[in-house]
């Protein structure tokens, strides 16, 4: 329950570093908790992404 809880912030914080909506982020965590940030770990920064296409 503590580790759910902590990765709130923490991926709201990790979506702005990389370019994404933190207040989704924020959501997704707290109904997936930590595979949240698992989530965003896999998908990167997202300007990187559009700039390759």
């Known amino acids: 329950m503590i580790v759910s ?14 370019n994404r ?9 707290a109904i997936a908790g930590p595979l949240a940030l698992l989530a965003l770990l896999m998908l990167g920064d997202a300007r990187r992404q559009a700039e390759a296409n």
Request: aromatic share 8%; proline share 4%; no cysteine.
């Open 5 to 18: 809880i902590g990765s709130l912030p923490l991926a709201s914080a990790m979506a702005a570093e990389r």
């Open 21 to 29: 909506s933190s207040r989704r982020w924020l959501w997704a965590a």
